[in-house]
């Protein structure tokens, strides 16, 4: 019995199987890129940050009394974590590290860190602009993704080895991606300068893959709170797990 030929495909029906193709994977990527960025990468930062409180704790053990003086943590080299920020304003748990470095492939789009500090900016517990930036959009790490959520007056705490640093957002604006006055020592505010300690948060605008401006949020140091002390309370009392992670 003689063999029936397969017809040829046509380069019409071949280019409508790719579209096909290439219309189901950017489908698939639009259903993973949410679900990656807010459930995945929160649970491995909430992962990292508490084994990073527990390693503080432990070295705390073994460190000398806290004597008064707020101290300020020595700048690490690029890519390297220092600091974890805490934001309940972002949401109740939000905990996300901080590293050396606002490059994308130094920090930003690095799932284990995600939030960079620019070098050129101060260190928290120095006077001066403490700067960090992060993305809002993506298929990486999000961090700054809520920054819409903040109102004035809501705290904002930076942890370190040596404790915690409470901020308050005073305000926020928009610029141009080229106005690099936002990481001045003193970039706005009714602050006072060579007195005040300020946080910057810097990220793209507007919020859904946009980077034709940059929103930034301004709040200015509070207090600070040594490890031997445990988180503070208006922390604990915003974020109760936070007591099985840190204290």
């Not at 003689?2 to 219309?23: C, N, Q």
């Not at 943590?73 to 390297?80: F, H, K, T």
Request: glycine fraction near 10%.
């Amino acid at each position: 019995m003689e063999k029936r030929r397969r017809a040829k495909l046509s380069p019409l029906t071949v280019i409508g199987e790719l579209l096909i193709l290439g219309g189901l994977g950017v489908f698939g990527y639009i259903v993973w890129q949410p679900w990656h960025t807010s459930v995945a990468v929160v649970e491995k930062q909430l992962e990292l940050t508490t084994a990073d409180s527990a390693a503080w704790d432990e070295a705390a053990v073994h460190a000398a009394p806290y004597t008064g003086t707020v101290p300020v943590p020595e700048q690490p080299p690029i890519g390297e974590v220092f600091g974890t920020l805490h934001v309940p304003a972002f949401g109740t748990t939000f905990a996300n590290r901080v590293a050396e470095g606002t490059g994308w492939w130094e920090t930003l789009n690095y799932d284990d860190k995600g939030i960079g500090h620019y070098p050129t900016s101060v260190m928290p517990g120095e006077v001066g602009n403490f700067a960090l930036a992060a993305h809002r959009s993506g298929g990486f790490i999000t961090p700054f993704r809520e920054i819409m959520n903040l109102r004035i007056g809501e705290p904002l705490f930076f942890e370190t080895a040596d404790g915690w640093y409470t901020y308050r957002f005073r305000s926020l604006e928009y610029v141009l991606p080229t106005d690099v006055g936002v990481l001045k020592p003193f970039p706005w505010i009714d602050g006072t300068p060579g007195t005040d300690q300020i946080l910057t948060l810097t990220t793209c605008h507007p919020k859904n893959w946009g980077s034709d401006e940059r929103a930034i949020a301004y709040a200015i140091f509070e207090e600070f709170q040594p490890r031997s002390d445990g988180p503070p309370a208006e922390l604990i009392e915003l974020n109760p797990a936070i007591v099985g992670g840190a204290s």
